[in-house]
Each structure stands twice: as C-alpha cells, then as structure tokens.
C-alpha cells in the first residue's frame, strides 16, 4: 500500500516549484505564487480520478472525517454508527464533535454488517459511517437502503481504499460524503494530508470554511472575507499538496502493481483448502491494497501470525491482537480516559462498550489475517514470499 516506497523525481518537482515561489500557504498571496496552487492542483486531481464534484483538501484523514461530519451538521448528542474493525481515528473524528460513535459488528465483508447497523439506529442515529478497510468494502447497496429508508447521511471512511471501485464508482464517492487519508503509509501519500469529497455544494462549501477558521474565501484579501460561522484549522500546506499532487498521478501505476502482486499471492493460498477469503460484495474490485484471509480458528491464526514473524513474512497483521484497529483492546477508549471532561451525555452514550459483546466481529477477526501488498517488491520476490506463506500455513494446520 504505501506510496512512499516509489518516490523520487517527480515528488521533488512539485515541491521545488513551492519552495521557489515560497508561498506555502493554500490560501492568499496571489502575486507572489507564479501561478503555483498545489492545492488547488491536488483539488481538481481528484475531483477527476473520484468523480466526485467537489473535494476540499484537510491536514489528515482524521481532520476529514471531523470535517465531513461537521458538514453535514453532525454534533452534540448525536450519534454516529461505526464498525468495530476500523482504526482509532474513526471513533476519535467522532468524539471531537462531541457525538457519539456507536460500534457494531462487521461482516464477512470485514464492513459494517447492514444488520447491526439497522439493529443500532435509535432517534439519535444522525450518520452511519462505513470504513472500507484494507482496500475493500462494506455492501454498499444495504447500507444505502438503511440509509435511505431511516433519513441517515452515509459517510464513507475511504482512507484506505483509494483505487478500489463499487458497481463501477470510486470507493468514497458512494456515500453523501467520503473521506481519506494521505498519511506516510497510505496508498497515495503527501506525508500528512486528508481529502473530503461530496457531490454536495452546501456541503462543500461548509467543509471550505470550517476548515479554514470560517472564512468563506470570497476575494483574494483574507483580512476582508467574512466568517459566517464558527471554523478551525484543519488546512493542508502547499509543501504537502505538492507531493500529493505528484502521487496521485501515479495512481493507476500503483494499483496495477498491487493487483499484480495480490493475484499471485492469492492464487498461491487458493491452494489450501483450509484458507478463505474475505468476501467482496458483487460489483466490487478492491483496491489491492491488502489481502486479507480467514483460518479455521484463532489458534491456527495466532500460530499463522507468529510464525510469519519468525521466517520473516513481514507486513501481515492479525488485528484480534491489535490495539489500533479493533475495539477488544481500545482500553483508553473503553475506559474513556480523556484529558479534558467529557460531557455526561457522552459518557452515558458510551456506557455500552464496558460490557457489549461483538461476537459476530471476533468471530470474523480472530480468524483474518491481512497482509500489506507492497509496491516496491520484484516478481521473484512475491513468488518467494507466495511460497513462504503457503508453507509457513501448511505447517500451522
Ligand atoms: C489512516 C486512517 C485514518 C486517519 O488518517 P490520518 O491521515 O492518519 O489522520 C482514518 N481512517 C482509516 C480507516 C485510516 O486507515
């Protein structure tokens, strides 16, 4: 997945023409800038590659989904519907608002189950956010029923799944809003960056302001514009952009080089009987980002996950023992250890995770093993791991 293992010429282009001109704000100084918007670039790059009709850039993945939920008017009180299998930053986008992210089990999609989520609306209920995790996705055509029957935003956390499609759209263009990530292990990476896309104007523009202190960014002298509401600072910087900028031109080269490398690590595993995949709802090409596989049990896995450790098969995680991406051990969540005082109505919309079982995920998560399709190996090198990985299995088994 990361873009970072192919950096070089082009990368440092970009970012010359931003050091030259010397104008590293986003924002203003027209003059001095020779007509360098790497943001505004990065923007339109987008808007094309997601076919989506507008995207406003952010300084993380995490910023975008504040950012996106914030746009559509999601805050105090309300509650946010999310998977179990995520990364913390999901459940952390969410509290900033001071809503409530409200965890259900996922399926053998490793997405949002449509049943849970259902299960899990109340009068509360303002979003479901869907996490397409591992370069994959949730079955988006439920999850679009749900929430078109309950009135709910559908907000896509897209941050690890860009290049995969669904029924042939962008992943993180299905959803009223979708968000991403440009962070150093990303796919697409600007060192720190995140993306907000919507065919939603009102959105759009109030995703613009909130981003940028609420300055509604009509005429080019920011000391004149007006504020027509409360905003903060979750800008990019034109050094980021810049770099952004000359990696998602490469998209195409990087997802062929995944599936290429996915394709003959899956087929080598196909072999084993006692191996199965994750399952990818019709009308879905991943990513190949990652790929992720089932064992029989959490033993073989967990004996599976330490042995590729042992022979060296780096880059492949079993997330029941992480605690990053999976809530069996967000213990400083569960506890709810903040810095600062957390208002009561958001204490008491948390309570469930003290006690709540999640069996369905564990059962899927306990099993799955996901591995990073990396961009930089040699075919000879996949085929040696491929090998490594069959046998280090058979011998678990
Ligand atoms: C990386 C990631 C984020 C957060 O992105 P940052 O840019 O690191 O803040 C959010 N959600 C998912 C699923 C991610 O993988």
Request: glycine share 8%; with cysteine.
């Amino acid at each position: 997945m990361p873009g970072f293992e192919l950096f070089g010429e082009l990368e440092r282009q970009e970012v010359n023409d931003v050091l030259d001109n010397g104008v590293l704000m986003r924002y203003g100084f027209d003059g001095m800038r020779n007509g360098h918007w790497k943001a505004k670039a990065l923007e339109a790059e987008l808007q094309n590659t997601l076919q989506s009709k507008y995207v406003q850039l952010v300084s993380s993945g995490t910023a975008a989904v504040s950012v996106a939920l914030a746009s559509a008017g999601v805050g105090a009180g309300d509650e946010v519907i999310m998977p179990t299998f995520t990364f913390v930053a999901s459940f952390e986008a969410i509290m900033l608002l001071g809503a409530i992210p409200v965890l259900v089990d996922i399926d053998d999609t490793l997405g949002l189950d449509p049943k849970a989520v259902e299960e899990a609306i109340t009068p509360k209920t303002k979003a479901v956010m869907v996490v397409q995790m591992c370069g994959s996705m949730a079955n988006m055509s439920a999850l679009q029923d749900i929430c078109h029957t309950h009135n709910l935003l559908l907000v896509e956390d897209a941050c690890q799944a860009i290049g995969g499609t669904y029924q042939g759209k962008p992943l993180g263009s299905i959803g009223d809003l979708g968000c991403f990530s440009f962070d150093f292990v990303k796919t697409i990476t600007s060192g720190e960056g995140g993306a907000v896309v919507t065919n939603n104007k009102s959105y759009y523009l109030n995703a613009d302001h909130y981003s940028d202190h609420g300055h509604d960014h009509v005429g080019n002298d920011r000391g004149a514009e007006s504020h027509p509401f409360l905003g903060y600072n979750f800008r990019i910087s034109e050094l980021h952009a810049a770099v952004g900028l000359a990696q998602i031109k490469r998209l195409p080269e990087f997802i062929n080089i995944q599936k290429r490398h996915y394709t003959i690590l899956r087929e080598a595993l196909s072999v084993i009987p006692e191996v199965t995949f994750r399952t990818v709802p019709q009308g879905g090409e991943e990513s190949y980002a990652f790929l992720n596989f089932f064992l029989p049990n959490l033993e073989i896995a967990t004996k599976v996950s330490e042995r590729f450790k042992a022979n060296g098969v780096d880059g492949c995680f079993h997330y029941y023992n992480n605690n990053w991406h999976y809530i069996r051990k967000w213990e400083h969540l569960k506890d709810l250890k903040s810095l600062f005082p957390i208002s009561t109505e958001v204490k008491e919309g948390l309570k469930y995770l003290a006690d709540k079982a999640f069996n369905k995920s564990d059962y899927y998560i306990a099993r799955n093993i996901s591995c990073l399709i990396k961009l930089s190996w040699s075919e000879d090198e996949v085929k040696a791991r491929a090998k490594k990985m069959v046998e280090t299995i058979k011998s678990c088994l």
